[in-house]
């Protein structure tokens, strides 16, 4: 009996300490990812060129500012390089914190072509101040090249 509960209680002991542990290494985890610092010559523009220079591009978030914890509508506006609107694109989003090793609280996506080059992107959400990357692959009759736009909340 008594060996029974010697082997509960070491067991309950060993659970403790593995939770302790990771919990541990988390908080570790978390504050090494905090430690970095961001490149110091990152571009917060909101126009930028594309990764190969197909696009040119860029973000008007409604209000014109970007506040945190609050859901936003953004428009993208794309041109061609030679500067012509782009029309009937496909546009998926991505980004998150460098950082801190997450993406975005949030799915946004495009949710109508506005005409002209602009396109209405919803869903936009930032939890916290720092530094975000946004993504934009755009892939349209001119090509497929991705925009990224940092940002410093």
Partial sequence: MLSFASNRIRATLTRAHARTFALTLASAAMLTGCM????????FGRTRASEHGIYRAQIMPEGDSIP???????TLH??????????AA??????????????????PRVTRDLGN??????????NMGGWWVVKFRVDS????????FNLNL
Avoid: C
């Avoid at 970095?36 to 571009?43: F, G, R, W």
């Fill in 78 to 87: 794309v041109d061609a390089a030679n500067g012509a609107p782009v029309r």
């Fill in 36 to 43: 970095h610092s961001a490149p110091s010559n990152l571009d």
């Fill in 117 to 126: 080059g602009n396109y209405l992107v919803e869903g936009m959400k930032f």
């Fill in 68 to 74: 945190q914890g609050k859901l936003q509508k953004w």
């Fill in 141 to 148: 009759e001119v090509g497929k090249d991705t925009l990224v």
């Fill in 90 to 107: 496909s546009v998926a989003i991505d980004g998150g914190m460098p950082q801190h090793g997450h993406g975005l609280p949030t799915k």
